[in-house]
């Protein structure tokens, strides 16, 4: 029989990295505290953190995974201090760091230890995109119960405690109760940024109690909402028209729907009155859509709403006209339609698609015949 082969484990290695563990702590930490020599250096700067998502990646040891994934993303921040045609890219690795966060979390089973680290990054929010990912996805790491329980503890941090970053905790606040649908909770925070009860603020209480399922609390909420202007004006008739859809008052439903489309002729506006139409309006509408409405660039959401409807005669008149942008736009959104197109059968239309669908898009250009 063939003997089992022998490891040695060495000491010197598992010490090194447990420097580099350690290393990047205290990396991750001055970059916090904004002792580093690096935040005066923006690519060795976010190669660092790049870098260090990597290597967390390695790491066996969960817990430790956690601490460290929750101070790169304490360090979200940098996203407002870079240039412009920067920030994009740092909030993407933020995105990822928070996403990252997020799985690691869901395998871990100490949720007192998670709520503790989700708690650190909520009392220490400014606004990050990477943080706003955990807050977001809390129902996903721990049971309703101990999120519901994390809320109220940030509430209590929020009336004994004068903050710097009030704005932004109780924005963390709304989000976690907004994720596990605490619409009690969602609306205290929301009347603690604006104790004024403004417009907006009426209208997203009324639509947290609508998302629960709570029609009667989301028409009340609703009911105090008056004269809205033009920023308030639409979030307002699209709540109208779905709790009027939820209640089968397919009348009222048309009438907001259509109010609605006609004030704010978006396409997801669009999309919600032609649903309530007739095939023959809904060819009309989207006809006159297209005619009328027309913005003079290709729109995806439109081509997408034209593919899920399997009007693909006016779709593809719609492509043949807008062919030439088609390389300049986003390769996944174009696959996902041309993906659509094909599950229903037309094939060769989602084959012209695909032959003007770059994957590259940024390096793309739509072509030009002026020349």
Not at 75 to 90: I, P, R, S, V, Y
């Amino acid at each position: 029989m063939a003997k089992k082969k022998k490891f040695w484990k060495s000491p010197s290695a598992e010490a090194a990295f447990r420097g580099k563990e350690d290393r990047l702590r205290k990396t991750l930490c001055e970059i916090v505290n904004g002792q580093s020599r690096l935040l005066h250096r923006p690519d060795e700067l976010y190669e660092a953190i790049a870098n260090g998502l990597d290597d967390i990646e390695k790491i066996k040891d969960v817990k430790l995974q956690l601490e460290l994934l929750a101070w790169t993303l304490r360090c979200d921040f940098l996203a407002f201090k870079a240039d412009d045609e920067e920030m994009d890219t740092w909030n993407d690795l933020f995105y990822d760091a928070g996403t990252f966060f997020i799985e690691v979390a869901k395998t871990y089973d100490d949720k007192d230890y998670i709520a503790d680290l989700i708690h650190d990054l909520a009392v220490r929010h400014v606004g990050g995109e990477g943080r706003e990912v955990v807050f977001l996805s809390i129902e996903d790491v721990m049971p309703v119960e101990r999120a519901k329980a994390l809320i109220e503890e940030l509430l209590g941090v929020i009336d004994a405690t004068e903050l710097e970053n009030r704005e932004d905790v109780l924005d963390a606040i709304c989000d976690m109760a907004d994720a596990i649908k605490d619409t009690e909770n969602f609306a205290k925070a929301s009347l603690y940024k604006d104790p004024d009860k403004s417009n907006a603020t009426l209208i997203d209480i009324a639509n947290s109690y609508f998302v629960a399922g709570n029609i009667s609390m989301a028409k009340q909420w609703l009911g105090d909402v008056k004269d809205p202007g033009a920023e308030d004006e639409e979030a307002f008739l699209d709540l109208q028209a779905a709790i009027a859809d939820r209640e089968g008052r397919k009348t009222d439903c048309l009438k907001y729907a259509t109010r609605l489309y006609e004030c704010y002729p978006k396409v997801m506006n669009l999309s919600r009155l032609c649903m309530l139409k007739d095939d023959a309006g809904v060819d009309k509408l989207l006809f006159d859509h297209i005619k009328y409405r027309d913005s003079g660039k290709c729109d995806t959401s439109l081509m997408m709403l034209l593919a899920n409807l399997k009007k693909f005669e006016l779709l593809e008149s719609y492509v043949n006209h807008y062919e030439r942008d088609l390389p300049g736009l986003e390769a996944s959104e174009l696959n996902a339609i041309s993906d659509e197109v094909e599950r229903a059968g037309a094939t060769e239309l989602a084959k012209h698609i695909r032959e003007w669908t770059v994957e590259e898009p940024e390096d793309a250009e739509a072509f030009d015949d002026k020349e």
